[in-house]
């Protein structure tokens, strides 16, 4: 279980910068419009995204969480910006980046409840 801790704790950096590269290619894919079966499905499609990012993030740069913090704050920020000024089908949206940051923010809980409860011989 430790060699396999370390093999994935060596890799997060890795993981992390290719989620970004990722969110950042997907974000300039035009889109076919489409009817939202469940209320608010893009909010939550966000905030999972920001925080799968976050978690990743925290773990590969764990001495320099607060400019994880920030830096995906304003990247979810430019996202929206590129969107509204770049691409037809989509539209720059505040509640979006509100949607972000909030996937940031629970990114930054679960982190930090897992180092709580993570046993001693993994540490």
């Not at 992390?16 to 974000?27: G, H, R």
């Not at 608010?40 to 400019?67: E, M, P, R, W, Y």
Request: charged share 15%.
């Amino acid at each position: 279980m430790k060699q396999f801790y370390l093999q994935l704790r060596h890799l997060m950096p890795y993981i992390f910068w290719t989620l970004v590269a990722i969110v950042s290619m997907l974000m300039l894919i035009e889109l076919a419009p489409k009817e939202e079966n469940i209320k608010h499905l893009d909010k939550i499609q966000h905030t999972l995204v920001f925080s799968i990012i976050s978690v990743a993030g925290c773990l590969a740069f764990k001495k320099q969480i607060s400019l994880v913090v920030v830096g995906l704050t304003i990247f979810g920020a430019i996202i929206e910006v590129l969107q509204a000024t770049l691409t037809i089908t989509r539209t720059g949206d505040v509640n979006d980046w509100l949607a972000d940051v909030a996937g940031v923010l629970i990114g930054l809980m679960i982190v930090s409840i897992y180092r709580q409860f993570k046993p001693k011989r993994l540490q």
